[in-house]
């Protein structure tokens, strides 16, 4: 028997929360199309975002300890990041699905070499793809990168075997029956073992939309910026002083004030509506070569700017005090210009503005 051959690749349907008909009708024919794929243990859950320490779906996937593929209506940098979050870690597998957003003549800014700080746990030795469906209105195209993800992680798993297997003599060779762990280690390790087994409607358990920042520690450099910012005790710092989402459910619904304020553009809220704070590629949306908030007058308000009238907002509706510019405002950026990730938030504001 070819041990090998055990691998089987976990594959996450998240649910868009809008139960939109072209959004359903795409997540239905996905998940019958992946259900046919041989090698694969298909799960659906609801959306990502909205799922809470104790849903099913949550504690399914912390659960999860080999590859594992995540489809959702997220951009994969937010996806990625929040499945960290929730203690869901692993290397972020590169997919080959284009992203939407970026323009075909800008070269996107994947190729930045990493300054951020890095997550906060250990990372264990396997791979997460995130893939957007907002990308591809065909499902074929997700089930075309879903076989080719299974075949790249097979042939790591094969060959990491296979290296296992030429370093040491097992005790099969010697005639002595093999430990679990062992058994692992030479057929179906942690790489391929299958997720925990729950029904549809476990899984599927109805949730309630959440509000909160997601940070990118592949950029954060830990300047704690957000921290100074925030005054609704969202934030907060580990035993290491690393900043982290303290209280997520504490943040206000449908602000994205500290995004703005942070400087490496690490803070995003998957579920807002312009794709630079939502986790759009970094550099794919301040590429655009027209500025496009100039061409619907765009009300000139920088970033900083923005960011302290929807914080005096949120103060406002909680029945405290403005503050404006005089708490946790950096000095560093008193006085700096609209950030580039601004532009295509202007223009969606226009357009919204325009009636669009
Ligand atoms: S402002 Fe941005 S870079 Fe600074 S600590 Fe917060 S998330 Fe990290
Ligand atoms: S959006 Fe507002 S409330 Fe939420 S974390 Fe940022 S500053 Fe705090």
């Known amino acids: 028997?070819?041990?090998?051959?055990?691998?089987?690749?976990?594959v996450v349907l998240s649910q868009s929360n809008s139960k939109h008909p072209t959004r359903r009708s795409l997540e239905e024919a996905l998940a019958a199309a992946l259900i046919l794929e041989s090698g694969l243990d298909v799960s659906i859950i609801p959306h990502l975002y909205d799922l809470d320490a104790q849903h099913t779906g949550r504690l399914f996937l912390e659960k999860v300890t080999g590859d594992m593929v995540v489809l959702s209506w997220l951009y994969p940098r937010a996806a990625f990041w929040l499945l960290d979050r929730d203690g869901i870690r692993g290397h972020m597998g590169q997919t080959q699905i284009r992203s939407a957003i970026v323009d075909d003549e800008v070269e996107p800014a994947a190729s930045e070499s990493p300054k951020g700080i890095g997550p906060l746990g250990p990372v264990p030795d396997r791979f997460i793809y995130c893939l957007n469906l907002n990308d591809a209105t065909d499902h074929r195209v997700f089930v075309e990168e879903v076989r080719r993800i299974a075949a790249e992680c097979r042939a790591r798993h094969e060959a990491r075997a296979a290296e296992t297997a030429s370093k040491q003599p097992t005790l099969v060779s010697l005639g002595l029956p093999q430990t679990k762990a062992e058994t692992d280690a030479n057929g179906a390790s942690s790489d391929g073992l299958v997720g925990p087994k729950l029904t549809p409607e476990q899984l599927l358990a109805?949730?309630?939309?959440?509000?909160?920042?997601?940070?990118?520690?592949?950029?954060?450099?830990?300047?704690?910026?957000?921290?100074?910012?925030?005054?609704?005790?969202?934030?907060?710092?580990?035993?290491?002083?690393?900043?982290?989402?303290?209280?997520?459910?504490?943040?206000?619904r449908g602000c994205p004030a500290c995004s703005r304020v942070c400087p490496e553009q690490a803070i995003m809220f998957p579920d807002y509506k312009s794709p630079a704070i939502a986790g759009a590629p970094v550099g794919a949306v301040g590429g655009l070569k027209i500025d496009l908030s100039k061409l619907f007058g765009g009300d000139g308000a920088d970033a900083l700017t923005q960011a302290v009238v929807e914080r005096d907002r949120?103060?406002?509706?909680?029945?405290?005090?403005?503050?404006?510019?005089?708490?946790?405002?950096?000095?560093?950026?008193?006085?700096?210009?609209?950030?580039?990730?601004?532009?295509?938030?202007?223009?969606?504001?226009?357009?919204?503005?325009?009636?669009?």
């Open 1 to 10: 028997m070819n041990l090998m051959s055990r691998y089987r690749l976990n």
């Open 314 to 356: 949120e103060l406002i509706a909680d029945g405290r005090a403005a503050v404006g510019m005089t708490v946790g405002i950096p000095k560093r950026q008193a006085n700096k210009p609209a950030a580039p990730k601004d532009e295509l938030d202007k223009l969606v504001d226009d357009l919204e503005a325009l009636g669009f």
């Open 206 to 252: 109805p949730t309630a939309r959440r509000w909160y920042p997601v940070i990118d520690y592949s950029r954060c450099t830990n300047c704690l910026e957000c921290l100074d910012f925030c005054l609704f005790g969202v934030y907060g710092v580990d035993a290491l002083q690393r900043i982290f989402v303290e209280t997520q459910d504490n943040c206000k």
